[in-house]
């Protein structure tokens, strides 16, 4: 070879050997430097196939970045493929950490920043490295410069580059391979080199990578199953900023981890990143970070959208030819609220495509609606839209509508105070036409209904088919000609349908599909239970479709127990979706310093509650398309299912511990109903109390004789009535107010009732006596919901954002409120009309749900109507 290439290069010495190449320093002859010539090895050479190879690094020859080693030159000579790349004086990240094993931490970072700074640059121009690792990470001048980009690349793509693994062989190295890069996937996305990258830092930090073994596959295996160690506690130096960013690049799902290399880079540059005391714990030592509450968490998602622009998380799913079509991704972190609980859309689009609003938490950790303009890097809060969810925009773009406190309300954006229009206790979604009407679903069990944006009184829109098994109509939309296009519900399953603008009989449009949209192209764009997002040419004029579904993307985020598919449409052309999917959460116990437990992990369980003896553990979860009942005994680890139809929420055990109690709503029963069924799986549910109005949840006092049940009423909301269980059953008032009154929890002894109320303006604990309402106490301060008692009745315990809080009181001669103490602060699943936790007996121990849903970001996608033509064809008839 010496001799092949002697006119161009002399070959001077050996500088190092690696499991692709012989790397020799040589003198460029022509220009009269040094440069570093690299040998492919020729086993791999000949399995490759040199042309193919050479044809393929190519592609990395224009890569011009401060931090990126150029490629000089590439060839083939005396059957040997080589490339030719500058030589660098200085050293290796690999040589500097083996002689000094950890580097500062200022020192670690800054270079971090700088690889990431380079692969944030090749990741825009179509390239991922694919073997990020100390070895390929140079030192000139003490910044750091990547080597071999595209090598790994051009291998996988080459002719022999699918019979690697025959000669041994691997394209990356176990200690920074990502799980999707050990699990053989062919598609590798620079998710992968993040995912290096944050091994790289993390063994600048502690001097060893997240992962060792004694051989390779046994590396694999600690990758795939195990969480890295938690660096604050090697190191107390590093700041939990920067914990939490690394643990974040080392997710092992890739949809969990910075949405780009930029992304990485700049919360790098940012000390307040992760550093609200809202950290969620991961296993037993490793953390991972939830972005800081406050005014931070609240801003960091749009300013991460222009950091993100270039992001293809659309790139894989639109086809070729859509260039029209431009995407990018804003992250949402978990701490924003954005969760599988909430039953209602989270996120609207204005006419004209250039402002969303979307569902986030304020200052305190409430829901809160956020607007942003589409030219702004920050959000800014809507003021008076705490506890609000399903946002629609008005045909003007100057209003936003929403629900909050159980109304129909609206809110200019140039500001003002929200103005009430109509009742709306457990809402499921709305639309705003444009001659000023609002339709909407006031209840779960509602057909739709009309109210002028003015307000005034509320018209009948469709008409339940209760004979056919119709249980509600929800989140409607209205097309061009005023007919209204919605989803309907029969128990567990949905359809959409249509209705005309002046009435008339429905008519089925889609057998299987949740939450549909009007696009016009003269499209209709509706869910699936399955993530994917299905367009159908559809005649607005005759409320017809006209066509075959086309597929045109998966993994947005659904929620099928409500039928919510998490996307919005404006006319102008932009799509705007939530990127996730509900996945399995855990249920933990945690003592009362925060430590957890696993117990289980099941799909959006829900309403923990401790059987008296404190064994067992009763929930609801969504395993298919309904929420039922399930036992889980904590000993044994078994679960068991109580309940086998219709929708199940609200569980509390009967004091004996003999039945479970919950709401239940099924085909028979469009308004919600108390059951209860044997809690050792013996026998049906069987209705405890049924009404006409809404029944919800429900407290036992001791004996089981008396118990307080919350309904929903068309006249005052939500109200606290007392149920005699005894027959014959009675249920009559405790407090009835234009307030919202929810959540209640009898006290251990009986003589109490706890309870949330938004009558100070903002939602508090209040105690009352029991089973008659008289006087009143304030448990909470500045904020308080999910209220339960300790089993002594010497505590009541209530949750203020993510702090879960403990407060002394006494019952004894009359009520009292002592001191109040913060026990632990976690970003755990809440439910304000339904503590979604509870106390042990023994009152050391709290059951919690632990995240529900993996939301990586909205998906907002530009002049997206290109695309949905491309997909569809022109052909949709008027």
């Keep these: 070879m010496s001799a092949a290439l002697a006119d161009r290069y002399v070959i001077e010495r050996e500088l190092g050997a690696g499991g692709m190449a012989t790397v020799y320093l040589a003198h460029d002859v022509r220009h009269d430097r040094k440069v570093a010539l690299k040998v492919l090895r020729p086993e791999l050479a000949a399995i490759l196939g040199g042309e193919r190879f050479l044809a393929e690094i190519k592609t990395t020859a224009n890569l011009q970045h401060p931090h990126i080693l150029s490629l000089f030159d590439s060839g083939e000579a005396d059957g040997l493929v080589y490339y030719v790349m500058p030589y660098v004086e200085g050293e290796s990240l690999r040589d500097r950490l083996t002689r000094e094993k950890q580097l500062p931490v200022e020192e670690a970072v800054r270079i971090a920043r700088e690889v990431a700074d380079a692969l944030a640059y090749a990741h825009q121009h179509g390239i991922v490295h694919r073997d990020i690792k100390p070895e390929n990470i140079l030192l000139h001048g003490g910044h750091a410069m990547v080597a071999d980009f595209g090598i790994a690349l051009a291998a996988s793509r080459s002719d022999g580059g699918t019979r690697m693994t025959e000669t041994g062989m691997s ?121 800081t509450s406050g005014r931070r968490a609240v801003l960091i998602p749009w300013a991460v959208a222009v950091a993100a622009l270039m992001v293809a998380a659309w790139s894989a799913l639109r086809p070729r030819g859509s260039a029209e079509t431009s995407q990018f991704v804003v992250g949402v972190p978990e701490s924003l609220g954005v969760r599988a609980e909430h039953s209602n859309t989270s996120l609207a689009l204005s006419p ?49 509508a929403f629900f909050a406190e159980g109304k129909l309300k609206k809110v200019a954006l140039a500001g003002g105070p929200p103005l009430a229009l109509a009742d709306a206790p457990v809402p499921r979604g709305g639309a705003w036409g444009p001659d000023g009407s609002i339709v909407f679903s006031p209840s779960v069990g509602s057909p739709l209904l009309r109210v002028s944006s003015a307000g005034g009184p509320v018209d009948t829109v469709t008409h339940l088919m209760t004979d056919s098994g119709e249980t509600s109509h929800r989140y409607p939309d209205i097309v061009p000609g005023g007919g209204v296009i919605f989803t309907r519900q029969y128990g567990s399953r949905y359809d959409i349908a249509a209705v005309p603008a002046r009435g008339g009989a429905v008519r089925r449009l889609v057998a299987e599909g949740i939450t549909a949209r009007y696009a016009a192209t003269r499209h209709l764009v509706y869910g699936t239970d399955a993530g994917g997002l299905i367009a159908v040419p559809f005649n607005a004029r005759t409320l017809e479709v006209a066509g075959s579904p086309v597929s045109l993307l998966e993994g947005m985020l659904v929620k099928p127990n409500s039928g919510v598919a998490e996307f919005a449409l404006s006319p102008a052309g932009t799509l705007a979706y939530l990127a996730g999917r509900a996945v399995r959460a855990r249920v933990v116990l945690v003592d009362r310093r925060g430590t957890e437990r696993l117990l289980t992990e099941l799909l959006q369980p829900g309403d923990p509650r401790f059987s008296p003896d404190g064994r067992r553990v009763a929930l609801v979860s969504v395993e298919s398309r309904t929420s039922d009942v399930r036992v889980f005994d904590i000993a044994r680890g078994t679960l068991s299912r109580l309940s086998f139809e219709g929708n199940a929420n609200f569980v509390e055990w009967t004091p004996d511990g003999r039945r479970v109690a919950f709401s239940l709503q099924g085909a028979t029963n469009p308004e919600r109903d108390i059951y209860w069924a044997p809690a050792d799986g013996s026998g049906q549910a069987t209705p405890l109390w049924r009404g006409p109005l809404g029944q919800w949840e429900i407290s036992f006092a001791p004996g089981g004789k008396l118990a307080a049940v919350r309904q929903t009423s068309n006249s005052t909301g939500r109200d606290l009535l007392v149920l005699s269980v005894d027959s014959p059953q009675t249920l009559r008032p405790w407090l009835a107010t234009t307030f919202e009154e929810r959540a209640p929890a009898v006290s251990p002894d009986g003589r109490w009732l706890a309870y949330l109320s938004n009558e100070s303006g903002r939602d508090e604990i209040y105690v009352r006596a029991f089973p008659e309402a008289q006087g009143r106490w304030q448990v909470s301060a500045a904020g308080g919901s999910e209220p339960r008692w300790a089993r002594s009745g010497r505590e009541l315990y209530y949750r203020n954002a993510d702090s879960l809080i403990g407060v002394a009181v006494a019952s004894r001669p009359t009520f009292s409120v002592g001191t109040r103490q913060v026990l632990f602060v976690r970003p755990y699943l809440p439910n304000p009309n339904h503590a979604a936790y509870d106390v042990s007996p023994d009152n050391r121990h709290f059951v919690m749900i632990a995240g529900s849903v993996a939301a990586p970001g909205i998906v907002v996608a530009l002049d997206w109507f290109a695309e949905l033509k491309s997909r569809t064809g022109a052909g949709a008839s008027r």
């Excluded at 600690?222 to 939490?244: G, H, Y």
């Design 352 to 400: 004209d495509g250039r402002t969303m609003v979307y569902v986030g938490r304020d200052l305190g950790g409430r829901r809160q609606l956020l607007l942003r303009r589409m030219g702004q890097l920050e959000p800014r809060p809507l003021a008076g839209t705490e506890n609000a969810e399903g946002p629609f925009f008005s045909p003007d773009g100057l209003w936003v």
């Design 171 to 291: 394209l990356g190295t176990p200690h920074y391979m990502s799980p999707e890069q050990a699990m053989g996937e062919r598609e590798i996305t620079p998710k992968a080199d993040i995912y290096a990258l944050g091994c790289v830092l993390y063994e600048m930090l502690t001097a060893e990578p997240p992962f060792v073994g004694a051989t390779a596959q046994a590396i694999i295996a600690r990758v795939m199953t195990e969480e890295p160690r938690s660096l604050t506690l090697q190191r107390k130096t590093i700041p939990p900023s920067l914990e939490a960013a690394v643990q974040m690049a080392l997710a092992k799902l890739p949809a969990d981890r910075f949405s780009s290399a930029a992304e990485f880079a700049a919360v790098l540059g940012n000390p307040t990143f992760g550093t609200s005391d809202a950290v969620q714990r991961r296993g037993g030592s490793g953390t991972r970070a939830i972005v």
